[in-house]
């Protein structure tokens, strides 16, 4: 809605305006918004001149068989670490998608600034171990860099997104609802994002497909 607002590298609101032509009613509505926006995938484009974008990026890397590493309870402002990871995480197959469920966006989202700088961060150690492990995307219900939380910083210093997207991974973010899935059982998810032309993220619809 238009109390959304992008991570703060940019910190812009979504932005509607609505069109009317008459007689009767017919509604045509504009969209301004960062591609990063709410639910949404990165692509290597983000942080690299030379890296793909949406139009290049098929459906099949963002869907299929999917994990959740279930890291309840854990507290705001929390550095994930390998051995969180680890310790929560079930069987990972080589070209899973792994989601990281802190239960932050659950909680958060809609108070911002508070969603992104009290958000849990994922450590580059631990962004390293999930991208080792072969998956093909990797999402979290949290805002995952630590860098963000600081009042500047260097797109350089968004390490998650470089380790997670040079690995051939794709970042998804502001994932929600995540308790609904099942922490020990497989399943199959699937980030439907919008195929924008040179977009370096695109905003995207999760959901999982449950028996």
Known sequence: ????????????PIRIEEYHKEPGFW?????????????HVAFTKHYSADGETAEHVLLDRTCGEAVL?????????????PEDVTAAAPEIR???????????????WGDFPRYYVGSPACTPEAARWLAGT??????????????????????SEFVVHEIIG???AILMQTLTNLG?????????????????????GAPARFFAILD
């Open 1 to 12: 809605g238009r109390d959304t607002y992008s991570p703060p590298s940019v910190n812009q």
């Open 27 to 39: 509604m045509v509505s504009e969209i301004t918004m960062m591609l990063h926006a709410g639910s």
């Open 69 to 81: 590493i279930d890291l309840i309870p854990i507290e705001p402002d929390h550095d994930i670490t």
């Open 94 to 108: 080589p070209g899973d998608v792994v989601l990281v469920r802190t239960g932050w966006s659950d909680v958060a």
């Open 134 to 155: 072969g998956a093909k995307a990797i999402g979290f219900d949290c805002f995952p860099e630590r860098a963000a939380k600081q009042q500047n910083y260097l797109p």
């Open 166 to 168: 040079d690995s051939g």
């Open 180 to 200: 609904a899935v099942p922490a020990k059982e497989r399943f199959m998810f699937c980030a439907a994002f919008l195929k924008v032309s040179g977009g370096e």
